[in-house]
């Protein structure tokens, strides 16, 4: 009895060890290009009970996760880059090292220009050299090889010429090979071994280890041994070849037919059944980046492209019957030779064939090659063994001697018959006599939309934001952003609607059009929820006066949209450094802009080690506080040249050409859509609009978008087109004006996945806000100009003086009309003279409101604002002093008394004070009486700066003026 419960007690501890095994999974994720480190990239895991974790890689690309009781999916994403997914599963294995390799989302541009080579006997070899530790690009590293020598430059990058002749390869010969040496002090070396001089164009990534100074006498050296499956297989490894596993084919063989994987698992440092590494990749970046370990990279097109359809299906055969738990085809001879350079011929074969593959009776097929078929069992000038393969008549192989296994396609035959026939001849040719044929794959995604969901105000990432997708059949899912803001979708032909939403921030919907383009990146901006601030509740309330400009903002990390501490912001000799929320301010002593005075222009560059340093010139010196967003690239995930990134600020009253203002004018579409009245739906005003940022105008190829609320794409960019100093009635003009001409782009849009672009030829748009210009938008908001029932296109231009009626006239006479413009006189004009003048706004501005100013301009040609906001506005307008007076002003202590003199009957009132966010600082609600007022109202605990202080009556009607406190 004892002992029969001791053994079940033993069982169950026996059990519960087995089921409890761990193991641990390292992950690296890298670029597939290059090597280096994707930092931040999201890892989805969904745990075998359904659960699901989000792990983010560090800066190095790791991350290690614990993998308990069976099998864990795992999706991987960055933005910029395509998902890719793929599973493990624990207890067979302790430990695994998985390197993710993800593919750039527009993988056609590539990283760096290849050296060219000089002819085709050439072979050249380029590459990236990476620091094993970081995954960081290696500057410095002396590659040589034979005499030939260079070395690799800030990107990690080198070039150089291994080879420059090759004799006529024959079948039974062996190519010419090389060694290639890495070598950088403090490393120890990395060499190529065996390296095939086969002409082409091919790309390494190469990863040296740091030792330490007392052991880089003695380090040995690293050695990679480079294989080609034609002229490294051995008998053993063909027999090994040629025997299928039995063990990991219990999966449902018609549920997985014909269904092609998408990423496939390479074990490397194998020994056929057993690797200490796995790398993780998409299947056509197997296909392109392995070929050239199986064929000969500088045969025919044709055989190229052949031989890539049967590597590619030969690979997925294995992801459906993996070779063991943690990898589904090992690297070696044994299975197919994969190494991850990558040939040039080879990658466009592989493109050029992306997604077909081998089936047979409606199953991916084990698609067979070996080097040389003829007379392997069916004579001279047939291929095929005429028992576990058809006899096929090959004449142009008679005389050659058999080198494998006689089954599937001749390798050398491929080459022999590429000089006139094409891939799908040479498999038909090969395959069909065993009844394979080839599948074609489904219409691919026509374009992939990466998304980064962001915080209006601060450009910071919002995460785990929801995403609900409408696709062009009504249909619907659902998903979320990862840490960083991020999601990438694929697009076919059609209308998608994206609706994203999180707690706290504002609803946002917008759409994208699959097909007109191959890549779309968005911005999505969320307006916070409850104001319509800037800064943090903890920031400070920085304003400017007259004589200077104040500069806040937020400097966030490119690729994680994560604030970045101790950034040096610095202006000429003014200097600010990021706090941990990455904001910063900065004062800087200006002028005032006098009317027709161009303002002077200044240099904002912003430096972090470890990050591309980022200059933003020629912007304006114009006395008001500006809040911006500045962006830093990482120096380990730079694409392009390690250069300075440069932004060239550019503004619409100032810097617009005689062609942009052209184009700015052109009124074709305006006078056609115009000429008539439209249906009512015409007049609603649209909530959101996408703007390129990326485009020359209508030139603009997979574009860059900011999608955002048109309230906050009017209180960001009216400071592009109109001088933020100039007095409220002009900037509210402005802002009607702004929203008017962007509403219409959205009810017209200039392209399927964007509206309007940001250039000035459309309306100039920048991500800066100025304070004025953001209360202007605030007091205006949803404030537009119609004509005929629908949105007008509203114009304007810098000065409309003398533009053909006359001086003291606004109008051109033809296509606008004249409008007598007295405070103008003596001016010269400036653009098509159509529309608002934006110089005499700010001079009717001083008298006048801004309600006055859009009627004196657009009226003329049958524009106006709505009858029913006009009732409305008539009266909001910065007040005169007989009207509301605040004293005193400027105030230092913690009281100020209001004067209101209210006309009418007694009535209530409230009288609020904002700060310069939008942010309610006091309210206070009162009875006002017929005459003069006299109220008192607290400043204290208010922060030093400008508040506007405005007076709503119980009817709506409401004035404001300027409060400056000095603490």
């Keep these: 009895m004892i002992k029969s419960i001791l053994t079940v007690v033993l069982g169950l501890i026996s059990f519960s060890y087995v089921s409890a095994q761990s193991t641990t999974i390292t992950f690296i994720v890298k670029d597939q290009n290059t090597g280096f480190a994707v930092p931040g990239a999201v890892v989805q895991v969904t745990a075998p009970n359904g659960s699901t974790n989000i792990l983010t890689a560090a800066a190095n690309g790791k991350l290690v996760y614990a993998a308990v009781n069976g099998r864990y999916n795992f999706s991987i994403a960055s933005n910029g880059y395509k998902p890719l997914a793929t599973y493990f599963s624990s207890g067979t294995e302790t430990t695994i090292e998985a390197r993710i390799n993800l593919e750039p989302v527009d993988n056609n541009v590539r990283l760096q220009q290849q050296s060219l080579r000089a002819n085709v006997q050439q072979t050249v070899v380029n590459g990236y050299v990476r620091d094993d530790t970081g995954n960081n690009p290696l500057a410095g590293v002396q590659v040589s090889s034979g005499n030939a020598t260079t070395t690799t430059d800030g990107n990690g990058y ?20 090389t060694t290639i040496s890495f070598t950088k002090n403090g490393y120890t070396s990395y060499t190529v071994q065996n390296f095939y001089v086969i002409p082409d164009s091919y790309t390494m990534k190469i990863a040296l280890t740091t030792v330490s100074g007392a052991r880089l006498q003695t380090a040995a050296p690293a050695v990679e041994q480079s294989l080609h499956g034609m002229f490294d297989r051995t008998a053993a490894d063909e027999q090994q070849r040629s ?68 590597y ?30 990558q040939s040039t011929s080879c990658i466009n074969a592989a493109s050029a064939t992306a997604g077909i593959v081998l089936v047979k009776s409606g199953a991916i097929f084990r698609a067979e090659y070996a080097a040389e078929n003829n007379n392997a069992g069916c004579g001279d000038g047939y291929s095929g063994t005429g028992s576990a393969w058809p006899c096929i008549s090959d004449t142009r192989c008679a005389g050659y001697a058999k080198n494998g296994h006689g089954r599937g396609m001749c390798q050398w035959g491929s080459s022999r018959w590429a000089s006139d026939k094409d891939y799908t001849w040479i498999l038909n040719h090969y395959y069909n006599p065993g009844s394979v044929f080839i599948q074609l794959p489904p219409t691919p995604a026509l374009t992939v939309a990466s998304f980064s969901v962001k915080d209006q105000s601060t450009g910071l990432a919002i995460a785990s934001a929801a995403v609900t997708i409408t696709k062009p059949d009504g249909t619907t899912s659902s998903t979320t952003t990862n840490a960083s803001g991020q999601l990438v979708y694929r697009l076919d ?59 806040t903002g937020y400097v966030r990390d490119a690729s994680l949209n994560s604030a970045l501490s101790g950034v040096q912001v610095q202006a000429g000799n003014y200097t600010a450094t990021t706090n941990a929320s990455g904001f910063f301010s900065l004062t800087i002593p200006t002028n005032a802009i006098s009317p027709g005075q161009t303002p002077a222009t200044i240099s904002i560059q912003s430096t972090k080690a470890g990050y591309i340093t980022h200059h933003i010139q020629h912007f304006y010196a114009i006395p008001d506080s500006y809040d911006m967003q500045i962006a830093l690239t990482a120096t380990n995930i ?84 109109w001088v933020s100093s100039w007095n409220a009635a002009s900037l509210q003009a402005g802002t009607v004006a702004y929203r008017s001409r962007g509403a219409w782009f959205v009810q017209n849009p200039v392209a399927g996945n964007y509206d309007i672009s940001a250039a000035a030829c459309h309306q100039t748009w920048q991500t800066d806000r100025a304070t004025s210009v953001k209360n202007a938008a605030i007091a205006t908001a949803g404030i537009v100009l119609v004509k005929n029932g629908a949105i007008y296109k509203a114009e304007y231009c810098a000065e409309s003086n003398n533009a053909g009626c006359g001086d003291g006239f606004s109008g ?83 009281t100020i008394t209001i004067g209101y003199t209210l006309t009418g009957l007694s009535q209530a009132a409230s009288i609020v004070l904002t ?52 603490k």
């Excluded at 090759?166 to 190519?175: N, Q």
């Excluded at 992801?319 to 197919?336: E, G, M, R, W």
């Excluded at 999505?524 to 943090?536: E, M, P, Q």
């Design 638 to 721: 730079k694409r392009t040249a390690l250069t300075d990134e440069l932004v060239i600020r550019r503004h619409g009253l100032f810097d617009k050409t005689t062609a942009e203002q052209i184009a700015f004018a052109d009124n074709n579409e305006n006078t056609a859509r115009q000429a008539s009245t439209v249906s009512t739906a015409a007049l609603a005003v649209p909530t959101v609009i996408r703007v390129a940022t990326s485009c020359a105008c209508t030139a603009c190829t997979n574009p860059h978008v900011q999608v955002m609320s048109l309230e906050s794409y009017v209180q960001t960019g009216v400071d592009d087109e």
């Design 158 to 177: 080198f070039s150089l010429v291994v080879g420059n002749t090759a004799p006529v390869l024959l079948p039974g010969s062996t190519p010419e090979k």
């Design 812 to 894: 051109t006479g033809t296509d606008y009309p004249c409008i007598s413009d007295a405070r103008c006189v003596g001016r010269i004009k400036s653009g098509a003279g159509r529309g608002m003048c934006q110089w005499g706004s700010s001079f009717w501005g001083t008298d006048q409101t801004y309600t006055w100013i859009l009627n004196h301009y657009y009226n003329p040609d049958s524009a106006a604002i709505p009858a029913t906001i006009t009732a409305v506005t008539n009266d909001n307008k910065i007040a005169d002093d007989r009207t509301l007076t605040i004293a005193p002003n400027p105030v230092t202590g913690n």
């Design 243 to 310: 025997a299928v596993s039995s063990a990991p084919t219990a999966r449902v063989e018609t549920t997985l037919a014909a269904t092609v994987p998408t990423s496939i698992r390479v074990g490397t440092s194998c020994s056929c059944t057993s690797c200490s590494s796995v790398e993780v990749m998409s299947l056509e970046a197997y296909a392109g980046t392995g070929l050239d370990d199986e064929w000969i990279a500088s045969w025919g097109a044709a055989s190229l492209r052949a031989g890539a359809v049967a």
């Design 493 to 551: 032909s059609g209308k998608y609607t994206f609706a994203f939403s999180k707690s706290g921030y504002k609803n946002l919907s917008t759409f994208f059009t699959g097909g007109p383009d191959d890549s779309v990146y968005a911005d999505i901006n969320l307006d916070v929820a409850s104001t319509a601030r800037v800064a943090t509740n903890t920031a400070p309330l920085l304003t400017a006066n007259s004589n200077q400009m104040v500069l």
């Design 915 to 966: 700060d310069n966010f939008g942010q309610s600082a006091r309210q206070q609600h009162v009875v006002l009486q017929q005459g003069l007022n006299q109220i008192s109202v607290s400043t204290s605990g208010l922060k030093a700066g400008v508040y506007n202080v405005t007076v709503r009556l119980a009817s709506g009607k409401g004035i404001s003026k300027k409060l400056v406190i000095v």
């Design 312 to 341: 590619r299906t030969y690979g997925a055969w294995y992801v459906l019957h993996p070779v063991a738990s943690s990898f589904d085809i090992a690297s070696t001879t044994c299975n197919q030779v994969w190494q991850s350079d």
